[in-house]
């Protein structure tokens, strides 16, 4: 029995020396092997509050910052302070107060996200930088024009017209510094052997007046990319003419016809285009005149086709060749479609006829071979003297016929008794 208790005398002992050694182990652990100890933590990344919401509110904006980043040396119990890293620390900035454009020098908070017991037994023994400057612009906007370049081709026969874009501007948002060196914003449009007219999208470059490209932080734009149209037309040359109706002894192949300019340069559509060849300007009588003619006449065109040359009028002149005048004293008046139960006669008696033909022809042509004819299927029923318009014929000779058509006869109607 003595033995026994001797044995729990011993155990008991045993426990208390147990306890004894791990206290005197803790404290070698906390006093030699966690002794206080220095951390750098590098490249700790910077975050400001009211950035994008109270200072975009008050038309601000962060233009630059004197850095990104932050570096803590950081003292501490080595169990606290050996594990942390950037990823555990907060550095913000506070810009919540700025409420005008300029630079300010800014503490930083410094907060140990990641770091659980013993966060507030760390002690920051230096910082670098020790402050942030952050400099803070007046927002603007304003709308840009664009301005594109072709960086292509079209195919012979083909024309690039004015390139149209849509929208036309674009509103540039950011720094009033910035905002106030942008001038254009600048597409290039590249394409390749066009035929037809072409759409498609396209990105711009933001520029100065001297096309240098402007960027900067806070840059925005009311798009990101612009429709373009590019408009390509057939250019065709087309020839003018005027169409001779023959007449007075002159044929087609009597006529000289000059005209300035002889051919204009079209654009319009391939469709359009093919199926012109001719342009006429109006039509010419050959017996409206004895030898020559001149006169102006509109250029006439197809809608959708436009003149490239740029004319609007053409000079026309008509010249006859071969043949020569003569005037006869005309006696032969005749009378037709007098209404019925009425009379007609021809108070004037003769007239001067002018003729043309060729030389031979003209030679065997007397008054007798000319005869006035006047219509009066459009008087009626109508009586008193009226002076009428009468048509020459000349019946000896083919070929042969009166110039011009001022040939009035004056006839009196009177209803039969």
């Given amino acids: 029995m003595k033995k026994l208790n001797n044995i729990r005398k011993s155990k008991t002992l045993y426990i208390i020396i147990s306890i004894l050694a791990s206290v005197l182990l803790w404290m070698y652990v906390v006093n030699y092997e966690n002794k206080d100890v220095n951390n750098t933590v590098s490249g700790i990344e910077v975050e400001y509050i009211g950035v994008d919401e109270i200072l975009a509110d008050r038309q601000l904006v962060v233009t630059g910052v004197s850095t990104g980043s932050v570096d803590l040396t950081l003292l501490g119990k080595r169990s606290v302070v050996a594990p942390i890293s950037r990823g555990d620390v907060r550095i913000t900035v506070d810009l ?76 540039v948002m950011g720094p009033a510094e910035l905002v106030s060196q942008i001038r254009y914003a600048h597409v290039v449009v590249q394409r390749e052997n066009l035929t037809r007219s072409v759409t498609g999208i396209v990105s711009f470059t933001l520029t100065d007046e001297n096309g240098n490209p402007v960027s900067g932080d806070g840059l925005t734009t009311d798009v990101q990319a612009v429709k373009y149209t590019v408009p390509v037309v057939m250019v065709k040359d087309v020839v003018l003419g005027v169409d001779l109706i023959p007449g007075g002894g002159a044929e087609e192949e009597n006529a000289i016809v000059e005209i300035d300019p002889p051919v204009i340069s079209l654009t319009g559509s391939a469709d359009i285009l093919n199926s012109i060849n001719r342009i006429s300007l109006g039509s010419v009588d050959l017996s409206e005149f004895a030898t020559a003619f001149s006169r102006t006449f509109a250029i006439p065109l197809p809608n959708d086709v436009h003149n490239l040359s740029g004319e609007t009028e053409a000079e026309v002149e008509v010249t006859l060749k071969g043949l020569e005048t003569k005037r006869i004293i005309a006696t032969n008046i005749e009378i037709n479609n007098i209404s019925d139960g009425y009379s007609a006669d021809a108070i004037t008696q003769y007239k001067e006829v002018l003729i043309r033909g060729k030389a031979e022809s003209l030679e065997n042509i007397d008054a007798d071979d000319v005869v006035i004819v006047v219509d009066l299927a459009n008087i009626g029923q ?19 016929g009166a110039v011009g058509s001022s040939y009035t006869i004056v006839v009196d109607i009177t209803k039969d008794e």
């Fill in 96 to 171: 919540t107060d700025i409420r005008s454009a300029g630079e300010y020098d800014r503490v930083y908070n410094v907060e140990f996200t990641g770091v659980g017991k013993g966060a507030e037994d760390i002690f920051i023994i230096s910082k670098t930088p020790e402050y942030i400057t952050v400099k803070v612009d007046q927002m603007s906007k304003k709308p840009v024009e664009i301005k594109g370049d072709f960086d292509g081709s079209v195919a012979d026969g083909y024309m690039l017209e004015q390139i149209e874009y849509e929208p036309e501007t674009v509103e």
């Fill in 382 to 400: 109508a009586v008193g003297r009226y002076s009428l318009p009468g048509r020459v014929y000349v019946d000896s000779e083919e070929n042969v």
